[in-house]
């Protein structure tokens, strides 16, 4: 049981550049997310997916795109990078009943932009 | 108003004591009350949930939750080196999730 996986673990860009970073999980959760962690700020959550088909914006949503591809599978994606965007990414899906709750959370990837 | 507050510490304790972390909000739509572990370049893995008010105990943990002064605790007894990380505390109304900073906490050998 891998949980949730990202890809990559670490990534530099320069200014301009573009990438997308990966994410799964083999769970079968409904709900996936991405979130930013910067030091002194905590999780400031970028996108949501509640199910697949759908994303909404999280708090902090500016220069970033998802997609929902499939249940597992839930990309962000950065089109111009800019040097703002330095930060650890984590992606976590989750699933919620009545009175149960779980998530996980992916290893995080380190992404530089110089 | 921040909707959640957390002292980021640092809070050192000597091993063996009883660790208490907190967290205060105000929006009063919270119903799942989390708290996560987050040890040094690593994801944040959930440690404890409560669905509504009260208490939840698992192990050494102790979760609390009090709505009516929309305060939720973390205690951890008989506290050990390995419990060194940061805790955040975080919670759900609908589909939004909102974390606190986070506290550092160190436990001292």
């Known amino acids: 049981n891998a949980g949730v996986t990202q890809t990559p673990k670490f990534q530099v860009l320069k200014t301009g550049q573009s990438m997308t970073l990966q994410c799964a999980q083999d769970?079968?959760?409904?709900?996936m997310y991405w979130y930013r962690q910067d030091p002194g700020m905590g999780l400031r959550l970028i996108y949501y997916?509640?199910?697949?088909?759908?994303?909404d914006k999280g708090e902090v949503p500016n220069g970033y795109n998802v997609s929902r591809l499939n249940k597992r599978e839930f990309s962000l994606r950065l089109e111009s990078a800019a040097p703002s965007q330095t930060s650890v990414y984590f992606c976590?899906?989750?699933?919620?009943?009545?009175?149960?709750?779980?998530?996980?959370f992916g290893p995080g990837t380190r992404l530089t932009v110089t | 108003q921040k909707e959640v507050e957390q002292d980021p510490g640092p809070l050192s304790v000597p091993e063996g004591a009883i660790v208490s972390l907190n967290c205060t909000y105000s929006?009063?739509?919270?119903?799942?009350f989390m708290w996560y572990r987050q040890y040094s370049r690593k994801g944040p893995e959930l440690l404890m949930y409560?669905?509504?008010?009260g208490n939840k105990e698992d192990g050494r943990f102790t979760a609390q939750v009090d709505k009516s002064s929309k305060y939720i605790s973390l205690f951890i007894r008989d506290s050990q080196p390995s419990d060194s990380a940061t805790y955040l505390c975080?919670?759900?109304?609908?589909?939004?999730?909102?974390f606190g900073k986070g506290t550092r906490l160190h436990i001292l050998p």
């Open positions: 976590a899906s989750s699933a919620r009943a009545l009175s149960s709750y779980e998530q996980y």
């Open positions: 769970m079968n959760h409904n709900s």
């Open positions: 997916s509640a199910s697949e088909g759908t994303t």
């Open positions: 929006n009063s739509a919270f119903q799942y």
């Open positions: 409560t669905y509504s008010s």
């Open positions: 975080a919670m759900i109304s609908g589909d939004k999730i909102i």
